[in-house]
Structure formats: C-alpha cells, structure tokens
C-alpha cells in the first residue's frame, strides 16, 4: 500500500502531467485567508491550486507560491477564463491579467469557465492560440456538458484536455464521465464534498467508519479510484491535511459500486444547461 503520494498524476492527452489530487479556493477569501490556505496545503504536500479570475484570489495564490519556496515547475496551477471576458477580443487580455496576478508567464491548465453560448466557440479558438504561443500547457473547460462537447469537438483544432465539472457520488455523471473518456479528455471533479452538503450522510459515514477514514476521505477517494481529478476545498489547515490523506487506502469494488449508486441528481452548484 502506497504512503501519502500527493503527487499521484494523470497524463493528460497532450502528455502534460496533472496532479490528480489539488486545492479549491473558490469562496476562500483574497488575503491572508487565501495565502495561509494555499501555503498550508503546499506544506502538506499539495502541488496543485485550483483558481479562477472570478474567485478574485489569483494574486494571493501567486504570493502563497512564491512565498512556498517550491519550484514554480513542481506545482500546476490552473485558472479559468470569467464569462465576461469571453470573445475573440477579450480572451488573450483576460488570460494575460491572470498570469500577471499570478505573477507566472505560463500557467500549467487555462479553462472556459462556462460555455457560454454566443462566445465558447470564438473563445476556444483563442485558448488554441494561446496554447500555441506557449501561454498554457494545456487548454480545458469547465462546467461543459455532452452537448457543449459534442459542438467543440466538431468545430476545435484541439481536443480539450480537461473538463471539470460538478462530480460527486450524489452527482454521478457517468454519461459525461463516459463521453469525456471516449475523447480522452480529462474529468475532473469540482465539489467533490458536494460543497459540504454531504459529510453528514448516513450511508457515506458508516462506509468511512469501516475504513477508519471520515467522509470527507471517502469522497475525495472515490473520485481518485475513477481516475478523476479532485480538488477539494477547505481555508482550515486541519482539513486540508485530512483531505489529501487519501493515498494510503482503497475502496473495494463493492464499497464503490454501493456508492456509486448514491446519485440523486444532487447539485450544489448550477445546472450548466440553465447558465449563459
Ligand atoms: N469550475 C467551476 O465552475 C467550479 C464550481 C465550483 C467549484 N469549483 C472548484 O472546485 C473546488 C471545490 O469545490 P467547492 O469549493 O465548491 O466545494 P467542496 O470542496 O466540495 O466543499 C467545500 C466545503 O466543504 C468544507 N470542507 C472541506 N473539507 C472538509 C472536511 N474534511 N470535513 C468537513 N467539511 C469540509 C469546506 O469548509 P471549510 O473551508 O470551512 O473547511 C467548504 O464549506 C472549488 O474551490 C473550486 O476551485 C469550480
């Protein structure tokens, strides 16, 4: 049984390694809530941050780097293109912004937030020519469904590498799941806690229960054992090493399959057929 291996990677289908487990920082406020947050996570062994323009905390997560000591190349920082900025004119600023709040001169993952409707197209095009100019390693979505994907794929030059989307047992996409896997694009699980909602399940504490593990291990675990990447959010530095302890255990097949059956169609987040 392997010991904590926080740097357990997928490969991505441009070849660029992903850590599979990361931080959110989504509602983690900008400041010192936001460095102390990042800075405990790298010192439990984290090389993953997962942030956004809209979070309106990219400056802090480059500051928490820096101040980390940490090679900039050992950690994959991934931000996302806000919805406003999405366009054939406002995408490469957008994506410049981002990176001179990070303080970086290339980020490892860029994702269009949401696929918004009368600019995806136009804003992929410009992600591709970023990726090209060597702006990013690698160029996602986010909050992409099956529809969404099918129209990209037809009209992209690049397949995304990644599509991170609302993913948890009780949001069990197994279509999307699928579908991202037959176009080797990358799943990754945001809300992987279900925002919180779900740690007090019955059925999820009496499987932690026998794996001497709490649910929030077994949430963040269940996603590892599909080959998603998660990233959990906490600002509570006890949490954030409670969450990455989840290298050093496995769920059988029948404990997957009794939670792979959870799903209720339960979302915390928006439903992102309804959002333009
Ligand atoms: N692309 C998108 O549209 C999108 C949407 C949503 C999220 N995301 C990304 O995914 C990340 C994670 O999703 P999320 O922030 O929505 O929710 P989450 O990670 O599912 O849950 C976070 C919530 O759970 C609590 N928590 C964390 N660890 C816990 C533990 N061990 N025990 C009990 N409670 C715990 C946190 O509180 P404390 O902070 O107080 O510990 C917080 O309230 C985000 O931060 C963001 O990076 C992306």
């Not at 996602?140 to 009209?155: A, D, Q, T, Y």
């Amino acid at each position: 049984m392997p010991q904590t291996v926080l740097d357990q990677s997928v490969t991505l289908n441009n070849g660029v390694m992903m850590p599979i487990f990361g931080l959110g920082v989504w509602k983690t406020k900008s400041g010192k809530e936001c460095t102390e947050a990042v800075l405990a996570a790298l010192e439990a062994g984290y090389r993953h941050i997962d942030t956004a323009k809209i979070y309106a905390n990219e400056e802090d997560v480059g500051k928490a780097i820096r101040e980390s000591g940490i090679a900039r190349k050992e950690i994959f920082i991934t931000t996302k293109l806000w919805n406003a900025d999405q366009g054939k004119d406002k995408t490469r600023k957008a994506l410049e912004s981002s990176l001179e709040k990070l303080g970086i001169d290339q980020v490892d993952l860029y994702l269009i937030h949401f696929p918004v409707t009368s600019k995806r197209l136009e804003s992929w095009k410009e992600l591709e020519k970023a990726y090209h100019d060597k702006l990013c390693r690698a160029i996602g979505v986010s909050n992409f469904m099956i529809p969404h994907l099918n129209e990209l794929l037809k009209e992209s030059a690049i397949t995304p590498a990644v599509n991170q989307v609302e993913f948890h047992p009780f949001l069990n996409q197994v279509d999307l799941l699928n579908t991202c896997k037959k176009h080797k694009i990358q799943l990754e699980a945001y809300s992987p806690l279900a925002h919180g909602q779900k740690i007090d399940d019955p059925q999820i504490k009496e499987i932690a229960k026998k794996y001497y593990k709490t649910p929030a291990q077994i949430l963040i675990r269940w996603a590892i054992e599909q080959n998603i990447v998660v990233i959990p959010k906490s600002t509570k530095k006890e949490r954030i090493i409670e969450n990455s302890k989840v290298f050093d255990f496995k769920i059988s097949d029948q404990d997957m399959t009794k939670l792979n059956g959870l799903d209720e169609n339960f979302r915390t987040c928006w439903d992102p057929s309804e959002v333009d």
